[in-house]
Every structure is written in C-alpha cells, then in structure tokens.
Antibody, heavy 124, light 107 residues
C-alpha cells in the first residue's frame, strides 16, 4: 500500500533552516509527482509547488520562491523540503502529497495520498 | 491566477440532513475540480475528482457535480463522522489552487 512517512516535528529559531523528509513506499517513486502543501495553524491548505520525481525539476508556487527548495534522493524514494531563513510566519504543518495519477507531460493531477504532516514551529 | 471561492465558510446541520457546499472558480476550469475532506487533527483525504467521480472507498452519500465555473459537493445524509472541513481544488493548470474551506458541524 502507498505510504508517505514524514520526519518529525521541528522547533527552530528565526533565521535557522529546516529540512523535512518524506519517504515513499508501496509504489514506483519516479512515476508520480510529489507536491508540497502548507497549512498554517487554523488555516486552509496552500499548494507550495511540486517536484518531478523523474527529472528532479521543481516548480514553486508564487510566494514559495527563494527560501524554499524541493529535492529528491531517488535511491531511497525520499523527497525533501528545505526552508531557509525561517520566519515566524513559516510556522505550519507541511505535507508531502503524491499525485493520484502517474506523471504525464503537461498534466496536473489531484492529490491521491498525503504524508502525515510535519509541524515546523519557528519561535525565539 | 484562477481563484476558488467556497460557500458557505461554515455550516451546522442535523444528522440525516442533505448538505450542499458550493465552489466557484473565477474562470472556466472545465471539470478539473477535486474535493477533499479534512477531519479535525487529521490528514486531508481525496473524496471526488473530475468534479463528479468518487474516489475508491468513499461512501456513496458523497457526490459532486458541476462544470465550468460552478461546482457543488453534496452529502445526501449527514453522518457524525462527516464532521470535517471540506476543500475544493482546481487542477486544470498550475497553480492547483485550493478553496478556503467549508467547515461542517453537527447541530
């Protein structure tokens, strides 16, 4: 069965960096795009972008350029989200989220599977 | 970018009631619309995609309809386990924007 297992909660100081991991199992990792979704406390879902797990090419949503980096280690079927220069406003749960369907050029899919979420808290 | 607007923001209904949530896109998105359910403290779950196709394992009391700019999610008979926030998401082209969510509670 498809599983996305994320790394544990993080408490960071402003200005620090954090790297969240998302280990996939139960399917061919490089056949499905991986999205990242943010949910601030008490707020809705915000799509941060996605990474092509076949080519490693990331696409970032507006507002998530510069300090946010998506990366992969396909040898261990793991996707990563790194956030640098953390700000209090980055406090949120971050989800990795796999497309429902396999990647096709130019096609966007709904999310079929979600990781359990990683809470990143930024506080001095 | 296309904006997705859900209404109402919250609702309270009795067990057994028919519940309808609306999602409106600022431009035509054909039928590239998904609905997700997020129960309190839990991970979102895909309910419906392509506006009206039920994801495997989702109870048949959930249904979706619409095309173009106006879409609805209907719960035909509200159950206690349906207490959740429901989000629509358009995915015709990037960015796949979510609506702001509709919180459903039991009266």
């Amino acid at each position: 069965q498809v599983q996305l297992v994320q790394s544990g909660s993080e408490l960071k100081k402003p200005g620090a960096s954090v790297k969240v991991s998302c280990k996939a199992s139960g399917y061919t990792f490089t056949s499905y795009a991986m999205n990242w979704v943010r949910q601030a406390p008490g707020q809705g879902l915000e799509w941060m972008g996605w990474i092509n797990t076949n080519t490693g090419n990331p696409t970032y949503a507006q507002g998530f350029t510069g300090r946010f980096v998506f990366s992969l280690d396909t040898s261990v079927s793991t996707a990563y989200l790194q956030i640098s220069s953390l700000e209090a406003e980055d406090t949120a749960v971050y989800y990795c989220a796999r497309d429902r369907n396999t990647m096709l050029r130019g096609v966007i899919n709904p999310v079929g599977y979600w990781g359990q979420g990683t809470l990143v808290t930024v506080s001095s | 970018d296309i904006q997705m607007t859900q209404s109402p923001s919250s609702l309270s209904a009795s067990v057994g009631d028919r519940v309808t949530i609306t999602c409106r896109a600022s431009q035509d998105i054909n039928n590239y619309l998904a609905w997700y359910q997020q129960k309190p403290g839990k991970v979102p779950k895909l309910l419906i995609y392509a506006a009206s196709t039920l994801q495997s394992g989702v109870p048949s009391r959930f249904s979706g309809s619409g095309s173009g700019t106006d879409f609805t999610l209907t719960i035909s008979s509200l159950q206690p386990e349906d207490v959740a926030t429901y989000y629509c998401q358009k995915y015709n082209r990037a960015p796949p924007t979510f609506g702001q969510g509709t919180k459903v509670e039991i009266k």
